[in-house]
T-cell receptor
Framework: GNSVTQMEGPVTLSEEAFLTINCTYT??????LFWYVQYPGEGLQLLLK?????DKGSNKGFEATYRKETTSFHLEKGSVQVSDSAVYFC???????????FGKGMKLTVNP | DAGVIQSPRHEVTEMGQEVTLRCKPI?????LFWYRQTMMRGLELLIY????????DSGMPEDRFSAKMPNASFSTLKIQPSEPRDSAVYFC???????????FGPGTRLTVL
């Protein structure tokens, strides 16, 4: 079946550090890939997505590239801020109204 | 535009009581999803609807849980009777059918004593 494996953390970084959160997936066909972010006390919100191989999603300084050959969708940011402290979820969908399959989430804390 | 609305935001109840969680999806969205989040199990999909029809309820933990969507603008998740292990944050999300981005509500934090 479809599944997502991601770094679980927790991870603590200093402000302006480089961030990478690894995410790999198993799926039949050509899924869409997502990163969702959950700030403390809030629901999940879409951070970025990519719908086909070699697409790059980007938002708020975060980037992730859909790599079909390595079945990966790693999240990166060159310089994290305290406000990036949150839980990050990698997810996939077969598309349309198919359900999302989430990874377990990774808690990131950024210290000043 | 209003996002997904959930009520109540917090619910504290005693074991054995009935609990009803409510969700209003974004207007025009025709897919609705109920999730449960706990530290131990992470984020789990409980059930989802397309055009008010339940499509997949395989994530519903047991018969104590039931969900309805009587119309396009309202859904409920009911737990009867509630147990302490049901304590979690319950999220509702909605999307446009044939679009894969889901929009989440703020969640209901349920505590069963």
């Amino acid at each position: 079946g479809n599944s997502v494996t991601q770094m679980e953390g927790p991870v603590t970084l200093s402000e302006e550090a480089f961030l990478t959160i690894n995410c790999t997936y198993t799926a039949t066909g050509y899924p869409s890939l997502f990163w969702y972010v959950q700030y403390p006390g809030e629901g999940l919100q879409l951070l970025l997505k990519a719908t086909k191989a070699d697409d790059k999603g980007s938002n708020k300084g975060f980037e992730a590239t859909y790599r079909k050959e390595t079945t990966s969708f790693h999240l990166e940011k060159g310089s994290v801020q305290v406000s990036d402290s949150a839980v990050y979820f990698c997810a996939l969908s077969r598309g349309g109204s198919e359900k999302l399959v989430f990874g377990k989430g990774m808690k990131l804390t950024v210290n000043p | 535009d209003a996002g997904v609305i959930q009520s109540p935001r917090h619910e504290v109840t005693e074991m054995g009581q009935e609990v009803t969680l409510r969700c209003k999806p974004i207007s025009g969205h025709n897919s609705l999803f109920w999730y449960r989040q706990t530290m131990m199990r992470g984020l789990e999909l409980l059930i989802y609807f397309n055009n008010n029809v339940p499509i997949d309820d395989s994530g519903m933990p047991e018969d104590r849980f039931s969900a309805k969507m009587p119309n396009a603008s309202f859904s409920t998740l009911k737990i009867q009777p509630s147990e302490p292990r049901d304590s979690a944050v319950y999220f509702c999300a909605s999307s446009l059918q044939d679009r894969d981005t889901q929009y989440f509500g703020p969640g209901t934090r349920l505590t069963v004593l």
